[in-house]
């Protein structure tokens, strides 16, 4: 498909669509309508695509993806008959561009399996811009590992909109490599309470432990806790989390579930701990959800500590008696 093609059929979508719709289609929309080999009209709902209605179309993105690619030769051929011309190396450019966002969005996909999605409701002002920004920074050249964090922050932000701030996005394009290798054994290393990541350990024991350096390439545990409370993405504090319902702890040797009841309360009465550790900060919580984490040894350490704080406490504990039971 040549450019002047592409360019047509992205004006006809603007053309037909603007106006008509409640906002205008993004550009990933009018990407996929250029290079698609069948009408793309189904998958904008109320003028905002939802890339889940690109599921089970892998026909459909790989045609894509083929299109891009004969554009793209064609231009290359272009360009050995006329080097110097800056027209095509800026076509050229836009159409990298294209395929890396196209990449990033075909990734998110199977991100999507299974979850229900809530209802598209909002600002439209402040999904536009979400989009614009998400598409700006998925279109540059990024390591694989940011472009999973973007994958997995477009899947979420489909099934409901708004739950990935521009800033989260901002942080994960500025992020150094090197801070994300270190942000990544942090959240290894965490026992998950609840789904929010904490290490238990005391900077002595984290000493101790020394990752795999080529993984993570960084130090100790204690010099990448160090680093991230320097970057202002962890800190120590007393976190609290409630016990109402069994709360469910995951680490390296599977779950865990905790129960906590205390003397004199009904069941069903709102309970609560106070944990201190190293957790993220609030706005860093939201890059720890783009990550899956691979949770290593040090995971079971920290339960065997909060096992032994929540003991100390039964024994220690002036008030009503607590009892703490891990299943």
């Known amino acids: 498909m040549e450019i002047t093609t592409a360019k047509a059929a992205t004006e006809k979508l603007v053309s037909?669509?603007?106006?008509?719709?409640?906002?205008?289609?993004?550009?990933?929309?009018?990407?996929?309508?250029?290079?698609?080999?069948?009408?793309?009209?189904a998958l904008l709902e109320k003028g905002r695509l939802r890339i889940r209605n690109l599921q089970h179309k892998e026909l459909l993105l790989e045609n894509v993806f083929q299109n891009i690619l004969k554009t793209k030769n064609a231009l290359i051929d272009k360009s050995k008959e006329n080097s110097i011309d800056p027209l095509l190396r800026l076509q050229l450019e836009q159409l990298e561009k294209e395929y890396r966002l196209l990449c990033t969005v075909q990734k998110a996909l199977p991100m999507l399996c299974g979850e229900e999605s809530f209802e598209r409701s909002g600002d439209k002002d402040t999904d536009s811009l979400w989009w614009d920004l998400f598409e700006d920074l998925a279109s540059r050249r990024n390591e694989p590992w940011r472009v999973e964090l973007f994958a997995k922050s477009l899947a979420l932000n489909d099934r409901e909109p708004g739950c990935i701030p521009l800033k989260s996005l901002w942080e994960v394009a500025m992020m150094e490599t090197e801070d994300f290798g270190v942000l990544k054994l942090f959240l290894d290393s965490s026992l998950y309470v609840d789904g929010k990541p904490i290490i238990l350990l005391e900077p002595e024991e984290q000493y101790s432990f020394v990752p795999d350096i080529n993984e993570y390439q960084s130090g100790n545990l204690a010099f990448c806790i160090s680093r991230l409370v320097d970057r202002g993405l962890v800190q120590r504090a007393a976190t609290q989390f409630m016990t109402t319902e069994k709360v469910e702890l995951q680490h390296a040797a599977g779950k865990t579930y905790l129960i906590h009841r205390i003397e004199g309360l009904e069941d069903g009465a709102e309970t609560a701990i106070r944990i201190e550790g190293y957790s993220p900060t609030d706005h860093c919580l939201d890059i720890c959800r783009l990550y899956e984490s691979s949770p290593n040894i040090v995971t079971d350490r920290n339960l065997q500590i909060l096992k032994e704080l929540l003991n100390e406490e039964e024994v220690l504990s002036n008030g009503p008696k607590s009892t703490y039971k891990f299943v």
Do not use: W
């Open 16 to 41: 037909t669509l603007d106006g008509a719709l409640d906002c205008k289609p993004t550009g990933l929309s009018r990407l996929l309508l250029a290079y698609s080999p069948e009408p793309i009209r």
